[in-house]
Structure formats: structure tokens, C-alpha cells
């Protein structure tokens, strides 16, 4: 596939409930030796790994051992020092931000959404002004994206009149809006009151049944545990450890991993 198209990875099919949603096609991502810095400062440090399509790779760490910033990086929000990005095989580090970010959804802690626009007109938005569509195909697909989530009823409401949660939501059906192969999560329930955030795990999860890549840094142990086709443990910006949930969980091999399980679980 040709990194410079814009070309989706789901498919068109105009479902509005969510057993009728079509399923995922994700891409392949892979870093290689991915260096971040600030400054002088390198925070992230010749990390490499690689997640297959359709599988989900949770990121466990203690705060600030690069975990965002791998993300951040991912989708060219911060550029590498050095390093490479593959998205399907070919480097994203070549292309315009705006067609990758096109390809790589990214959903955030704090929802990010325009407090005067709706809920349908904030996933709608990048649909009319990134991708060129009309402003009523725009809206129909914002539509059917609101309703996967969950949120049909609520389309014309403003986020000041919604829960956390159903923020959240409306942050991910614009994610889904735009049609992503890869999709990065950088602690998506961490600013969620604690009983909304099962809601919103069980949607990520759901979306990973169905095929979509993903990248998930979490500090949500158990949806790491039952979710994730590998686990990748980062400290003091490098990868300790990766490897299956069960592998990490139950016989974790270096004394940083296992300190902070004691900490954690």
C-alpha cells in the first residue's frame, strides 16, 4: 500500500448499530530503534518493536519512562531524533503528518474536544476538512461512528451536557471516523471518573476483537492481562521487557518489572 494515499483501512459498509459494524483491516507497525528527545535530553531510547495486524500491544510502565512519548512519536505529534516508524511496511517518517495522522488514530487522556460544537460536528469536523467530504456524507458516517459507540442518541449534544465517559466515546468514534489502520491509545480512562471506566475498556476491547491494531498505553493492569497479544514493560525510557501478558505477568525476569508489579498489583 502506497504510505502517500489516504486510502482507509475499514470498509464502507453503512451500519448504524454495533453488531452490523464491518470489521477492522489494521496494518502492521513496527519501530526501529526509535530515539526521542527534548532538547539535549534523549527520553526514549533506541526502541524497537513491532506490532501485527490486528493484534493489540499494551505499554506498562511507571510514570515518566517514555511511554507517551512513544506515542507521541508514532504519530509524528514530536519527531524522532533518529529511528524509524513502518506503517504497512513503509517508513511514516517520509510522508506529510497530516496523511499519516489520517492512518494513525490517537486517542488522548483528556478528550480534546471543541466545548462549542457538538458531539456529531466534532467527529464529523476532520471529516469534511482533512478528507474533503461533503459536510452531509460527513455527517452520516460521524453518525454511524456515534452510534458504534454507543452514543446514537446523544449525537447533538455538546460535551459540557455529556459524562466523562461519553466524552471519551465521542473522542474515539472521531478516531474510528477516519478510517485508521493503526489506533494509539495514551491512557485513555486515566482522567475518568472510576465508574465509567469499564465502559470505555470494554469498547477498546471490542474494537481489538474486531481487528483493529492497536497500541495501548495503560496503567489498567487487568485490561493488559485479558486483552493484549503482547505486553511491552518501558522504564527510564527503554523496553525492559515484551512479551505475552502471562509471560510478563506471572514470571517477569527483571527486577524493575517485578518492583513494579509489587507496586501496581
Not at 148 to 174: F, K, T
Request: a neutral charge; proline letters at 5%; charged letters at 25%.
Amino acid at each position: 500500500m502506497n504510505l502517500t494515499s489516504s486510502t482507509s483501512a475499514g470498509t464502507s459498509k453503512s451500519a448504524t448499530t454495533a453488531p452490523d459494524i464491518e470489521k477492522f483491516h489494521g496494518s502492521s507497525l513496527e519501530l526501529r530503534s526509535l530515539t526521542m528527545a527534548y532538547g539535549d535530553v534523549d527520553v526514549l531510547r533506541n526502541v524497537s518493536l513491532t506490532v501485527a495486524p490486528g493484534t493489540t500491544t499494551c505499554i506498562i510502565g511507571p510514570s515518566g519512562s517514555g511511554k507517551s512519548t512513544l506515542l507521541r512519536g508514532v504519530n509524528r505529534l514530536h519527531e524522532p531524533k533518529s529511528g524509524d516508524v513502518l506503517l504497512a511496511g513503509e517508513s511514516a517518517l517520509q510522508v506529510k503528518p497530516d496523511i499519516l495522522r489520517a492512518r494513525i488514530g490517537m486517542v488522548f487522556q483528556h478528550f480534546n474536544l471543541f466545548p462549542d460544537h457538538t458531539a456529531l460536528d466534532n467527529v464529523a469536523l476532520a471529516l469534511w476538512s482533512v478528507k474533503g467530504m461533503s459536510k452531509a456524507e460527513a455527517r452520516e458516517r460521524a453518525r454511524r461512528r456515534l452510534a458504534e459507540v454507543g452514543l446514537a442518541e446523544r449525537a447533538d449534544h455538546r460535551p459540557r451536557d455529556l459524562s466523562g465517559g461519553q466524552q471519551q466515546r465521542v473522542a474515539i468514534a472521531r478516531a474510528l471516523a477516519m478510517e485508521p489502520e493503526v489506533m494509539l491509545f495514551d491512557e485513555a480512562t486515566s482522567a475518568l471518573d472510576p465508574e465509567l471506566v469499564k465502559g470505555v475498556l470494554n469498547l477498546m476491547a471490542g474494537l481489538g476483537r474486531r481487528g483493529m491494531t492497536m497500541l495501548v498505553v495503560t496503567h489498567e493492569m487487568n485490561f493488559a492481562r485479558k486483552v493484549a497479544d503482547q505486553v511491552v514493560f518501558m522504564d527510564e525510557g527503554e523496553v525492559v521487557e515484551m512479551g505475552p501478558p502471562t509471560e510478563l505477568f506471572d514470571n517477569p525476569r527483571s527486577e524493575r518489572l517485578q518492583r513494579f508489579l509489587s507496586e501496581v498489583l
